[in-house]
């Protein structure tokens, strides 16, 4: 477990408040981050930084656009969608699929943000956990879904979201687009037992 205390600014929680959220967060599996609102990284748990940290670059006190995604100014305004932004804007949390630079390369990372707020309502800090999308990847590869487009993650992100429910996919798309290594994408991710039905658009 890493932490950074934070400083005397009254918009930001209490060093014990950050110690508090961080212990609690060590009992969960997903790696699993703390920040603050101008985007720094308060704190991470042990999943975190062994999946997502190194000793060669640390990242504690470092904005999380910079260590995720290696740019020099928020996500959205590096053309991406920003959870922080959405997030403080529903006040609610709000989930993302993007490409993160991690100690293995450039990789599919499901986001999802959850913003705290104090007695008056002010959100003082988010709690990001990170998941790894092992279905696909971003890297060149002979099997499994392989793509690093803006459509590609939409699809990837949606997919998501739909696959735990109990709703029938409908994945349209000419031959050879990839529906089939899609549909096997939905089944990894899915809580319940799907069938796969091929349709042929000749026959119908």
């Not at 959220?21 to 990284?41: A, G, K, R, T």
């Not at 630079?101 to 990001?128: F, K, N, S």
Request: proline fraction near 8%; hydrophobic fraction near 35%; charge should be neutral.
């Amino acid at each position: 477990m890493k932490t950074i205390l934070p400083t005397s600014d009254n918009s930001l929680p209490h060093p014990d408040q950050v110690q508090s959220l961080v212990s609690f967060l060590e009992h969960e599996p997903q790696p699993m981050i703390v920040l603050d609102p101008e985007y720094n990284i308060l704190a991470a748990n042990t999943a975190y930084q062994r999946q997502f940290g190194s000793a060669e670059k640390p990242f504690i006190g470092h904005k999380c656009y910079q260590i995720s995604h290696h740019y020099d100014v928020p996500c959205d305004q590096a053309g991406e969608n920003c959870p922080m932004k959405k997030a403080q804007e529903m006040r609610g949390p709000d989930r993302v699929l993007h490409i993160h630079h991690t100690p293995r390369g450039p990789e599919h990372v499901d986001v999802e943000l959850r913003p705290i707020l104090d007695e008056h309502g002010v959100i003082t800090a988010y709690v990001e956990r990170l998941t790894l999308v092992r279905s696909a990847s971003a890297r060149p590869s002979n099997e499994g879904l392989v793509g690093c487009s803006p459509a590609f993650n939409l699809a990837l992100s949606e997919l998501q979201r739909v696959a735990p429910s109990m709703l029938p996919v409908l994945l349209l798309g000419e031959s050879g687009t990839g529906k089939e290594l899609f549909a096997r994408a939905v089944r990894h991710w899915t809580l319940c037992s799907r069938r796969l039905l091929r349709i042929d658009r000749n026959v119908v």
